[in-house]
């Protein structure tokens, strides 16, 4: 478990449908899991502190462990509405529209280009921080997923991906927060502003 900024827990945990490390956060300040897997210290960790009181995913694909953290907390899981219908199968998530206020300082912005509900979260707390899904990966350096993942037309996908990302460009933050990849905890907007041109 690393804090990435004041009361902003990150971990990383290998996912068990795609077999690769993914990353999980919890915004303590809001009392707010994003996109959780189980952190290696277990649920036991969140025990001891300000516990969740609601979980946040990205986009429909993000639910991993959630199951595990709504029992434990009684938290109800987030999604935006595009993405609702994954959850058919009868797992309870409630829909979010995109501009809605999920918690104290978190608010869900559209990303679309991607998947209709791809959300990215900015998150006002210590400089800012934008969360963000499968749209922005971070290996070494700002980018995008590669072409066989990204859809049938990459190179327009990542056409719309960055116009999404230069409107987001608008919003106060210093970091950014990757499902996939590390986080960057400063410097992420002047990254965001050079990958996307």
């Known amino acids: ?10 971990w990383k945990a290998m996912h068990p449908n795609i077999r690769t490390e993914v990353s999980s956060y919890y915004v303590e ?7 959780p897997l189980l952190p290696p210290e277990g649920i036991e960790w969140f025990r001891s502190r300000r516990q ?17 953290f709504q029992a434990e907390f009684g938290c109800p899981v987030l999604a935006s509405e595009p993405g609702l219908h994954e959850f058919a199968d009868g797992r309870e998530v409630e829909g979010f529209a ?3 206020q999920l918690a104290e300082g978190i608010t869900a912005h559209e990303v679309d280009a991607i998947c209709p509900d791809e959300t990215a979260l900015h998150i ?3 400089e ?6 499968d749209g922005l990966i971070n290996y070494d350096g700002l980018g995008f997923v590669s072409d066989g993942l990204i859809g049938d037309d990459p190179e327009a996908v990542k056409d719309g991906l960055r116009t999404s990302y230069r409107r987001l460009l608008s919003l106060d933050f210093d970091g950014v927060m990757c499902a996939h990849g590390d986080p960057m ?10 990958f996307v041109g």
């Open 124 to 126: 006002e707390v210590g």
């Open 128 to 133: 800012g921080f934008l969360s963000v899904a």
């Open 52 to 68: 969740p009181e609601r979980i946040v995913l990205t986009n429909r694909h993000h639910y991993r462990h959630s199951d595990r």
């Open 29 to 35: 300040p809001a009392a707010t899991l994003v996109d």
């Open 98 to 100: 995109f501009g809605d």
């Open 185 to 194: 905890s400063s410097g992420a907007k002047k990254a965001l502003r050079e």
């Open 1 to 10: 478990m690393n804090e990435i900024g004041p009361g902003i827990h990150h």
